[in-house]
């Protein structure tokens, strides 16, 4: 197994981050196997979306709409809404699991690994890759 930690600043807004260019450097040179993706974090999750033609703020507009950034939750220490935060792993995962073909990462043609991280308390995430193969 080959692996390797990704350390990603997101700042102090919330920040959806692309991570599909490392994941392509950590795969170069490999073979056919699984990357398992995974963020130790409690407010931040991986997603696989288009990127660059306006979904980024359709989702924070439905994660807004899901997961309202006020006082109602019993999770309620860090910024105002930040319960919300902890909920979010219910809906996005913090893991992510994807074939690999000759060294490329199985994608389709609009997809990218995507980090969504709205804790804006938390500006530095790490992002774990981990590559199987059948010798591994």
Do not use: C
């Not at 700042?11 to 040179?29: C, E, M, N, W, Y």
């Not at 288009?50 to 924070?60: A, M």
């Not at 996005?92 to 804790?119: C, F, M, Y």
């Amino acid at each position: 197994m080959k692996t390797s930690r990704l350390s990603v600043e997101t700042g102090r807004s919330r920040a959806i981050v692309d991570l599909t260019p490392q994941v392509r450097h950590f795969l170069k040179g490999e073979g056919d196997g699984l990357l398992n993706i995974s963020i130790p974090h409690a407010t931040a999750g991986l997603v696989l979306m288009e990127l660059g033609s306006g979904s980024e703020s359709d989702l924070w507009n439905r994660l807004d709409a899901l997961l309202p950034r006020d006082q109602r939750y019993v999770h309620s220490h860090g910024s105002p809404g930040h319960g919300a935060d902890h909920v979010l792993p219910a809906f996005i995962t913090p893991t992510l699991t994807l074939p690999v073909l000759s060294g490329k990462v199985s994608l389709g043609t609009w997809q990218s690994i995507v980090l969504v991280d709205p804790n804006v308390d938390n500006p530095h995430r790490e992002v774990l890759l981990a590559f199987l193969t059948d010798g591994s």
